[in-house]
């Protein structure tokens, strides 16, 4: 019998409590009822659009969001049911939901792990509980704390916590202890992201390009850590993270041994993945598709008719160009790189070929290093990433 394709699936939940200041994803806040309604029409959509990946196999599930822990835990009992109905989902699948420390943990969990959950994403962000007030967090340090302990207690064996650096505020000694707290309790797994300002959210407004428009109070908000700050600590988290035995496998992610998140791997790697859900993206039989943006919209499509199509919008067809630029893109984060023989295998080409100039250039600077016919960044690389991965763009068409 023919080998199933893994297919790796993102379900959005585009619900919060609230909205954080720095936050620009696709969620908003909203009554029990229209949630229940969405989740009616996410199974809608999970059962109509599984008969058409019926050569895969799933090996990832991440419920994101948004926030899905807002969700009654019997909801995500039912999305999950949908899911294996409509798809065949490997037996030792990951199976991860995001969850906030702020949305009563405590009797979700055990249904959670019932439901098949066995990898739980809690957002904490930082140990200093003046700055997830300036982050507009809901929940406290010691919030977390418990819901991390009942993790625990319910045999979650697999956490990640996320944290973020350059917060308004935040100094590097500050930085230390929430590493060091966290460090302490011993999570499977850590995400550190640097705050990104961006465009149309509070912070946006404060310390964007045109800071100073809208409300008064965001004046009294302190300053952002200085450039070198904000290296300065993304340095101590590669230090501290790597004494404590966290191996850092990602620009932005560290894992204890055989704990990376398979999910993300995925999709650094080329994995094939379909997103469910209000504005989910997909990159799958070498289409790429965004799901409907509007939640309105979205309630009204008929999945029993045309409606995936509906749903998807423009579907683009990528092309090889953007195809090798998205392989080396999302590659290089990973810390191990990418070889020679795995873009061969996909392009049948030698990479050398195609970025040789360019390999050569970064190498001479000392941002890229080449390992036989493996290639990585380099410290410096990652400290420039940005440049080092705009640099593999192609030029012309197609
Ligand atoms: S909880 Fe997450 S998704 Fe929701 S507003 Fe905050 S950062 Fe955004």
Redesign the pocket.
Known sequence: MARKKSLELYIHIPF?V???L??D?L?ASCCGQEQAEYMDQLRSEILASGPWYEGYEVETVFIG???PSILEPEQITLLLQAVRRAFAVAEDAEITIEA?PGTFLGKKLPIYKEAGINRLSL?LQSASNDELRWL???HTFEDFLKCYQWARMEGFSNINVDLMSAIPGQTVESWRNTLRKVIMLKPEHISAYSLMIEEGTAFGRRYGAMPGQGEDSLALWPELPGEEEERGMYYLAQSLLGEAGYEQYEISNFSRAECRCRHNVGYWTGAEYLGLGLGASSCVKGQRFSNETDREKYQKLDFSLDGLELLHGHIHLQSRKERMEEFMFLGLRMLEGVTDMAFTREFGIHMESIYGKVMEDLTKKGLLKQKGTRIALTGLGIDVSNYVLSCFLLDGEG
């Open positions: 919060c609230r909205k954080c720095y936050c994803f969620s969001g948004g926030t906030n957002g507009g967090r809901i």
